[in-house]
């Protein structure tokens, strides 16, 4: 059994930042691709930011140049570094990661509340 643990969620002030984090945790072979996407009130859920086994990354526009998409493979964990927050940065952020057990499988968290105040 995989599971994906988020923290570091809160409520902030416009022009802050937060750092969001996500361990995964059980029968890991391999994990391949971590991202974080979020879900604003009234709006499907999209992707933030997404980083690949070996590094690289890709962002949304709305976030480039603001977030930070990071990954420690020895700690099986991703980091979401976000700067200058917007309010409309607001919502449920998830983590989600491609996962190598005895199969390969996409996993997320449960999700993990941003606020941010104008």
């Known amino acids: 059994q995989v599971q994906l643990v988020e923290s570091g969620g809160g409520l902030v002030q416009a022009g802050g930042s937060l750092r969001l984090s996500c361990a995964a945790s059980g029968s890991i072979f391999r994990i391949n691709a971590m991202g974080w996407y979020r879900q604003s009130p009234g709006k499907q859920r999209e992707l933030v930011a997404v980083?690949?086994?070996?590094?690289?990354?890709n962002y949304a526009d709305s976030v480039k140049g603001r977030f930070t998409i990071s990954r420690d493979n020895a700690k099986n964990t991703v980091y979401l570094q976000m700067n200058y927050l917007k309010p409309e940065d607001t919502g449920v952020y998830y983590c989600?990661?491609?996962?190598?057990?005895?199969?390969?499988?996409?996993?997320w968290g449960q999700g993990t509340q941003v606020t941010v105040a104008s």
């Open positions: 989600n990661a491609f996962i190598v057990t005895t199969t390969l499988n996409t996993y």
């Open positions: 980083i690949s086994s070996g590094g690289r990354t």
